[in-house]
């Protein structure tokens, strides 16, 4: 057994630990984890400073999760969008491929509740029929590998995975999402990423959320990615109480680049049920993007996005720089609310067009019928019954 594998096994998994651990009423944690189940590995575990900080608010369980039922399970609407239970394909030219359902924490703001820590939700059966559906369309090029985690598996069910993905031509791009990095990062080991070699290009899609989780193990986790040629962007969820705050946020992306982690999204939290003590007012993420464009390197500088409910997609959103128009100048505002103008393109009208009439299209002209307009028929009325 590898070493993440025996941290795996001594996560504080049960009502019971928390019971024991956290003096959780023992009614209470079990409910919290009938409604989604808890894993939390001793290194994230490791994590935590005081109760309720940032770690903690992430993995405990909370009362208030009990108390938020009428938020749709699948906000994002991806069951309507799979056609078969492991693949999501909504986006023309690439699909979602679930591999697995179990993570090595289950975070308590996940998405995909409804399926995450189920592990008959996913199986080897559908795996193959994933497989089966990405062959048969060609317009696939690039495959998200997700789950739950798809490091939850082993080195050697990965590797049956990406031979067969790379055995179809047409796919040319395989990403992992994966949080592995962030909370387990023991799972990224030089075997690992000797083995992702074989099937490049891949990307990987980490999620760190908070500075106090670059820590040493996470950069090495990530160097040992980079220098096997994956590049790591990171996918941050923007919450209440862990990074709802644009210093935190500054932090995190600097940290995060320092580690060679490219930051690419900060997601406005889902409508999921059981998360909604999460969410945060939109205005406060278009605080934290005024706050990271212009007072850091564009490279720390990811998209802030809502992923529309109900499946519209990702939307992105700005803080307002263009301020208006005066004639042909545009009047903006920088990055420390300076303004400036600057003078647009005019652009040329079309000009008429001449057009030559020639001698036969002369003759068509002067010999069409005029047409009159359609005037309405006036008919006698017949006496009903002639
Ligand atoms: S690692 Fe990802 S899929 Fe797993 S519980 Fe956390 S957010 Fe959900």
Known sequence: ??????????????????????????????????????????????????????????????????EDRNAPEDPLNEDADSPVPSITHRYPDRALFLVTSQCSMYCRFCTRKRKVSDSTKINAKWIQQGLDYIAAHPEIRDIVLSGGDPLMVTDYVLERILSSLREIPHV??????????????????????????KYHPIYVNTHFNHPWECTPEAEKACALLADAGCPVGNQAVLMKGVNDDP???LELHRKLLKMRVRPYYIYQADLT?????????????????????????????????????????????????????????????????????YPDVEEEQPEPQLVVETKYRRRRRLTEKKVVPNEPVKRELEPVGK
């Not at 079990?30 to 001793?42: A, C, E, V, W, Y």
């Not at 395989?174 to 990423?193: E, F």
């Not at 049920?273 to 990271?292: A, Q, S, Y």
Request: aromatic content about 10%; hydrophobic content about 40%; charged content about 25%.
């Open 172 to 197: 040319e791009i395989i990403r992992l999402g994966t949080k592995m990095p962030c909370v387990l990062p023991q799972r990224i080991t030089p075997k690992l990423v000797k083995m992702l070699k």
């Open 1 to 66: 057994m590898e070493l993440w594998q025996e941290m795996l096994r001594q996560s504080v998994d049960s009502g019971k630990d928390l019971v024991d651990r956290f003096g959780f009423d023992k009614e209470l944690a079990d409910r919290l984890n009938k409604l989604f189940h808890i894993r939390i590995n001793p290194y994230y575990l490791s994590l935590i400073r005081y109760p309720g900080d940032p770690i903690w608010l992430q993995c405990i369980p909370d009362a208030v999760e009990l």
């Open 273 to 341: 049920k059981g998360t909604n003590h999460f969410r945060t007012p939109v205005r406060k993420g278009l605080e934290i993007m005024d706050k990271l464009r212009g007072h850091t390197s564009g490279l720390a500088v990811p998209y802030y996005v809502i992923d529309a409910p109900g499946g519209g997609g990702k939307i992105p959103l700005l803080p307002q720089y263009v301020l208006g128009r005066n004639g042909k100048d545009i009047i903006l505002r920088n990055f420390k609310y300076e303004i400036y103008t």
């Open 247 to 249: 210093d935190v946020m």
